[in-house]
């Protein structure tokens, strides 16, 4: 293993002491571990929170700032942040407009910010949970723990976070947070593995002539394993699998204030049709370079423009990474009024600027 | 030996904290086959963090308050999916234990049920599921068909251990329907469930400590 690292104990605190140096914006507390802004919540704005295992920098940590993430909570490398840092991470941003917790559909993640949101709930802070399960490689959510939430985290951060900024309230939050996730589909491939610095091996063997359809953020097999391929196919391949994706219906497990505990509710995302408006995202897995994105863009918008889908945004570069991956994924949310809306608004973080 | 008292089962938590220790790799292989290669990694951090609080731990008032500080120490500690949980685990198993300061096997048996139950609730798997379920599920019936039998203490963790190990080895043949270990479907056929595996070796734990 060849990697930029001191101790391997001291990836997570010195990377946080890093950005802390690097953005002056931000603060970083490390008893528990989480990142806020510098400046304090406005009074009664809801405040925006994720978090999750560490490895897939600039996510969730990047993001925190004005017109986007309020805190965030890294994990160590692959692994969920646990309750006690998502609650006290919660108190120290809260002020009297509820907290909404963003939960990319990992079993870990999904349960440690359960808890977070109960013991909040139990002490009178509103606290809702949304997921995002949108890749679309998991065919099957009966016999699996679901789809998997990862590049939609990205485009719902920006979108509710600005949301958030301009006086949503926590429903209405919560609302929009599930319009995205249900507009959202996902599906990345990768080239090689990747190597977590505690393990000091790769994640999973891939010879070199082979790809890995379908991966997910932390190397989870996905669909199938191929010869490698042309830039070209393999965008072909990802593309495809997003725009003929059918109806999926999942159920979610969310806050209930009336009764005070978790309520069933189901959540359908309809399959994309000619004529959409999307945001498109083609995100490096962490080592591949900006150049293979933009061949990867170009036949995205070729394939999209034929079926007529037009891609009325975009974002192409690293911004939910696997590490030291090489691969990508793309992403496709359809926009509409309200999330272009909050899309375009002013956004100033480490990993997203723009309209200031 | 009729009943376990707050000494031996600090033992056991300094017991279990070694056994982590030892197989921090092992359950870090098993983990990398089907999962994310961090669960050996997570539990010898959670465990050691319960083995530095064992001076605090032994003084505790009675066994509730041991296996809730011992659960919270394990959610904070652990992260991942293990974290809540084992953590819920102890914390269940507290809840039935107010002002007990020793255990008999109808203790044992109790707060282990309620401990499981609460860990299916949080972690919505049933057996069958390729998950440390395997193993905790068929261990309560074990000390429910020990306290019909009358057995001893000792006699019960013995045949506790075998039931968990059956268990264990049980995930090996079952294809992996929670956590990151589902996405393999098929490919997740025979390798052993490392969730189980910790939860055999925390049991084994307790009986090599209570001898």
């Given at each position: ?17 890093g950005?802390?140096a ?22 009664g ?6 978090g999750g295992?560490?490895?897939h ?14 805190a965030?909570c890294?994990?160590?490398?692959f ?10 991470c ?6 009297g407009?509820?907290v ?9 993640d ?9 013991m909040?709930?139990s002490?009178?802070?509103e ?13 099957d959510?009966l ?11 990205v485009?719902?951060?920006k979108?509710?976070g ?9 429903e ?10 249900s507009?959202?589909?996902s ?10 610095p ?6 999973f063997?891939?010879d ?37 994706d059918e ?5 979610l ?8 505990g ?13 004529g ?12 591949t370079?900006v ?6 863009y170009r ?5 999209c ?5 037009s891609?009325?945004?975009?974002l ?14 793309v ?10 809306k909050?899309?375009d ?7 997203l600027?723009?309209g200031? | ?5 707050i000494?031996?089962l ?7 904290a070694?056994?982590m220790?030892?197989?921090?790799d092992?359950l870090t ?7 994310d ?9 959670g ?9 605090e731990l ?17 959610i ?8 809540p949980?084992?953590g819920?685990?102890f914390?269940?198993?507290s809840?039935?234990l ?8 109808i ?17 919505k ?10 193993v ?17 203490i ?23 329907k929670?956590?990151r270990?589902?996405?393999l479907g ?10 189980a595996t910790?939860?055999?070796l925390i049991?084994?734990s307790?009986?090599?400590?209570i001898?």
């Open positions: 293993m060849k990697k930029l690292i001191n101790k391997v104990e001291d990836v997570i605190v010195e990377q946080m002491q950005m802390a690097a953005h002056p914006n931000l603060k970083i507390n490390l008893e528990p571990k989480y990142i806020v802004r510098n400046e304090a919540t406005k009074k704005k809801v405040v925006i929170i994720s295992g560490s490895g920098e600039p996510m969730h940590g990047g993001f925190v700032g004005e017109g986007m993430l309020d965030a890294p994990g160590e490398v692994t969920s942040p646990t309750p006690d840092q998502m609650y006290e919660a108190k120290a941003v809260e002020n407009g509820g909404l917790f963003l939960v990319k559909n990992y079993t870990g999904v349960m440690n910010f359960e808890m977070a949101a109960e909040l709930n002490e009178g802070i606290t809702q949970n949304i997921l995002i399960d949108d890749d679309v490689a998991v065919k959510s016999y699996t723990a679901g789809r998997r939430g990862v590049g939609t985290t485009i719902m951060e979108i509710v600005a949301a958030a900024e301009a006086g949503y309230n926590l209405e939050c919560a609302k929009l947070a599930r319009k995205v996730n507009r959202g589909r599906m990345g491939m990768a080239l090689t593995s990747c190597t977590v505690a393990a000091g091996k790769p994640n063997e891939i070199e002539d082979e790809i890995e359809i379908g991966v997910g953020i932390h190397g989870e097999p996905g669909r199938k394993r191929i010869a490698h391929t042309s830039a070209d196919e393999i965008t072909a391949i990802l593309t495809n699998a997003i725009l003929e109806d999926y219906t999942r159920d497990n969310e806050w209930d204030i009336e009764s005070s978790w309520k069933k509710t189901s959540l359908t995302s309809e399959s994309f049709k000619s959409d408006k999307m945001i498109a995202m083609v995100n490096s897995l962490g080592s370079p150049s293979e994105l933009y061949a990867v036949k995205l918008d070729e394939i423009t034929e079926k007529k889908i891609l009325v945004r975009n192409v570069g690293a911004y939910i990474t696997a590490l030291d991956m090489q691969g990508c994924s992403t496709l949310v359809r926009a509409d009024e309200e999330i272009l909050f899309w608004s002013p956004v100033n973080t480490p990993g600027r723009w200031k | 030996m009729k009943t376990i008292n000494s031996q600090i033992k056991w938590l300094e017991k279990a070694l056994v220790q030892e197989n921090k092992y292989k098993l983990d990398s086959d089907i999962g290669a961090d669960h050996g990694f997570n539990m010898e951090r465990f050691n963090k319960v083995r530095e609080k064992l001076d032994s003084n505790s008032k009675d066994i509730a308050s041991l296996f809730k500080n011992t659960g919270m120490t394990l904070s500690s652990i992260g991942g999916a293990s974290g949980l084992y819920t685990l914390l269940q198993a809840m039935v107010k002002d007990k300061t020793e255990l008999n096997l203790d044992l048996k109790n707060c282990l049920e309620n401990g499981v139950n609460g860990v299916k609730l949080r972690g798997a049933s057996v069958g599921d390729k998950t440390m379920i395997d905790l599920d068929p261990a309560i019936q074990s000390l429910s068909d020990s306290l019909n039998a009358n057995l001893s000792n006699e019960a963790l013995e045949n506790l251990v075998k039931v968990a190990e059956k268990g264990m080895t049980s995930t090996t043949d079952l294809i992996a929670k956590g270990a589902s996405y098929e490919r997740s056929i025979g390798h052993q469930d490392a969730g910790s939860s055999y049991f084994k307790l009986k090599e400590a001898n």
